[in-house]
């Protein structure tokens, strides 16, 4: 059973706060992966990590921003949250090497109003 | 060019028929792996199968599997008596683990609908 976790699963907030999304996972994985999604729709990767201080972007481009100091937390953060950004963020892991499919959290379903 | 193409948007079965959910993929790459999802609308993506480019036979898991024709790249998973629990997004995705970024690649998705 994969164990990863973000917090928190629901938010709704103001305009022009500043966000954290809290990603992390207890299996050990190098790989760690953001995605934004719309419901019903494709998931797109805005953000990835190959390990402690390594931090890629995705192939959507995205106005957050993220950090990998330890290897089992990978948070996402907005600096100022618009309307634009509601969506669902979904986070997941992966081993570093082979064939391994992806472990996903439960996902963060952000509202800005 | 799209890696991963499933070319059914929405599907609608009736329970307890068998479903099978198309995907196409495209790589020149010898080593990769097939993956199957499952997206209740709760939102979590729940991992269902995987299958390797060398894996011989088809990957199956309980009431999943999946039928593998490497020649044509096709990775469609069947979901055999099917129930309404199944209704739900399903995506396929691929990873490639020589390429250099090695992220996995996810197709649009298939909304099944499971009529009672």
């Known amino acids: 059973e994969a164990d990863i976790y973000q917090t928190p699963r629901y938010l709704v907030i103001g305009t022009g706060k500043k966000i954290t999304l809290e990603c992390s996972q207890t299996?050990?994985?190098?790989?760690m992966y953001w995605y934004q999604q719309d419901p019903g729709m494709e998931l797109h990767l805005i953000h990835y990590s190959y390990g402690v201080n390594s931090t890629e972007k995705g192939d959507l481009s995205s106005e957050s921003t993220v950090s990998r100091i330890r290897t089992e937390h990978f948070p996402l953060t907005l600096e100022s949250a618009r309307p634009s950004h509601t969506s669902q963020y979904l986070c997941a892991s992966s081993e570093g090497t082979g064939y391994q499919p992806q472990h996903f959290g439960d996902g963060t379903r952000l509202s800005i109003l | 060019a799209q890696k991963i193409t499933q070319t059914q948007p929405g599907m609608f079965v009736q329970e307890k028929e068998a479903v099978t959910l198309d995907c196409t993929y495209d790589t020149s790459d010898p080593s990769y792996g097939l993956f199957w999802y499952k997206q209740p609308s709760s939102g979590e993506m729940i991992f269902l199968i995987y299958?390797?480019?060398?894996?011989?036979q088809n990957a199956t898991e309980g009431r999943y599997s999946l039928n593998f024709q490497k020649a044509r790249k096709s990775a469609n998973l069947v979901i055999s008596a099917s129930q309404l629990g199944d209704s739900a997004m399903y995506f396929c995705?691929?990873?490639?683990?020589?390429?250099?970024?090695?992220?996995?690649?996810f197709g649009k998705g298939t909304r099944l609908h499971i009529l009672p």
């Open positions: 299996m050990g994985h190098d790989k």
């Open positions: 995705a691929m990873r490639e683990p020589q390429n250099r970024d090695d992220k996995i690649i």
């Open positions: 299958q390797g480019s060398y894996d011989q």
